[in-house]
């Protein structure tokens, strides 16, 4: 299996952006070996070149000094030695970790260009310090729709977006600074974003008051797929997409009236009656006429007596 492999399949495998320290600490076991190979000839052609000149000149040794062996006192080059030995080792470790990560960096970039020039719907991003593996933007429709289907996405409302823009866009920035700017409170906009790790706290402002600063957090960048605030779009393209995501709301709901208006029952969808009911009704249209000629009855002997006291 090749390096590229493993890289790609633990960017893929990771939920959390991938730094290049978390590679380098994997594979530096792997990628030593391959450091090495390509290192060596360069590092056997120097030191030929630095033994050439030193083979004509003799090497001086320094006799010990009578004062120090009279003295017996021991000399001081070894402890100097041994710190410059443990300098070099950690010199030279930070030099291969550099070269591990540098290496690493070389073949995420190749992984990285195999992705975009191909017709995938996949691709590895820079996002929020490390790597990470997204959808393409040319697939967000598709990838909307399926996701909607499956479990109601965080929604913010349009004040939770504005005072989330201003800010990602001041930032830091204080309270009063946001209402200022939005025209209204935004007190409880701030508390929702912070409840929901969009936005922290920043330390105070050098006031009279000291107010709290606020500013976005890496929760931000992952869940608006930026690599940091530079990345974000200028205001223009920022008022544009919130008009767009206003009137996409408006049509929503405006869909949905439509649909529970469909759903309601008609006067010309009314449920027939069944059987029973036809044979009760039918029942009680025979009974009707026979009390009607026993109410009329009576009224017709009442007339009769009326008549005949007249006469």
């Not at 996701?147 to 409302?157: A, C, D, E, Q, Y």
């Not at 974000?232 to 920022?238: D, W």
């Amino acid at each position: 299996m090749s390096l590229k492999a493993k890289l790609e399949a633990v960017v893929y495998a990771a939920e959390e952006p991938v730094t290049l320290a978390q590679l380098a600490a994997i594979f530096a076991d792997e990628v030593s070996p391959l450091l090495d190979e390509a290192v060596e000839p360069e590092a056997e052609q120097i030191e030929l070149e630095g033994l050439a000149p030193e083979a004509d000149s003799p090497v001086a040794i320094p006799e010990p000094s009578a004062s120090g062996s009279e003295n017996g006192t021991a000399p001081q080059e070894p402890p100097l030695a041994v710190e410059a030995g443990e300098g070099d080792e950690k010199k030279a470790a930070r030099l291969r970790d550099r070269r591990v990560r540098q290496f690493l960096q070389q073949v995420l970039n190749e992984l990285i260009a195999d992705y975009s020039n191909s017709e995938r719907g996949m691709e590895i991003r820079e996002i929020a310090g490390g790597y990470r593996m997204a959808t393409k933007p040319e697939y967000h429709d598709a990838v909307r729709g399926f996701v909607k289907s499956l479990k109601p996405p965080m929604k913010l409302s349009l004040q939770a977006l504005e005072t989330l823009a201003v800010i990602a866009y001041k930032q830091p920035v204080t309270a009063p600074e946001v209402s200022e700017i939005r025209g209204v409170d935004s007190g409880g906009v701030l508390g929702g974003l912070v409840s929901r790790k969009l936005i922290t706290t920043a330390g105070r402002k050098p006031v009279i008051g000291r107010p709290i600063l606020y500013k976005t957090t890496k929760e931000f960048l992952l869940r608006f797929g930026l690599k940091d605030v530079n990345d974000l779009p200028s205001m223009e393209e920022f008022e544009k997409m919130a008009g767009e995501l206003a009137e996409s709301e408006a049509e929503g709901e405006a869909q949905d009236a439509v649909n529970l208006s469909s759903e309601a029952p008609t006067p010309a969808e009314a449920v027939p009656p069944t059987e029973a009911e036809q044979q009760a009704a039918e029942a009680s249209a025979e009974e009707t006429p026979a009390s009607a000629e026993a109410t009329a009855e009576p009224e017709e002997a009442t007339a009769e007596p009326q008549a005949e006291h007249q006469v």
